[in-house]
């Protein structure tokens, strides 16, 4: 079965960073784009960044461009979002998820950007 496993989150000062992974199993990870997704406390869930299936092509939420960087490791079935100069904003659960067909998230690791 398809099982998404995130990883990496912690408490990090402003203007710190962090690098989440996500450890994906049962499926074909390198036919995939894949995604991460952040929800803070009250909020709804939104896209932060996008990777396609040979990691050529990238995309960005404008709240995060510039200091957030997704990236993929084929050969280890992983995606990573290094996270720079991180703000008290991007306090959230993150979450990584596979692109369609099916739903697949998973749990989510939380990070904190607090002094």
């Known amino acids: 079965q398809v099982q998404l496993v995130e990883s990496g989150g912690g408490l990090v000062q402003p203007g710190g960073s962090l690098r989440l992974s996500c450890a994906a199993s049962g499926f074909t990870f390198s036919s995939y784009t894949m ?27 404008a709240s995060v461009k510039g200091r957030f960087t997704i990236s993929r490791d084929n050969a280890k079935n992983t995606v990573y979002l290094q996270m720079n100069s991180l703000k008290s904003e991007d306090t959230a659960v993150y979450y990584c998820k596979r692109s369609p067909p099916g739903v697949y998230w998973g749990q989510g690791t939380q990070v904190t950007v607090s002094s």
């Not at 995604?35 to 939420?61: C, D, F, H, M, N």
């Open 35 to 61: 995604s991460w997704y952040r929800q803070a406390p009250g909020k709804e869930r939104e896209l932060v960044a996008t990777i396609t299936s040979t990691g050529r092509t990238t995309s960005y939420a």
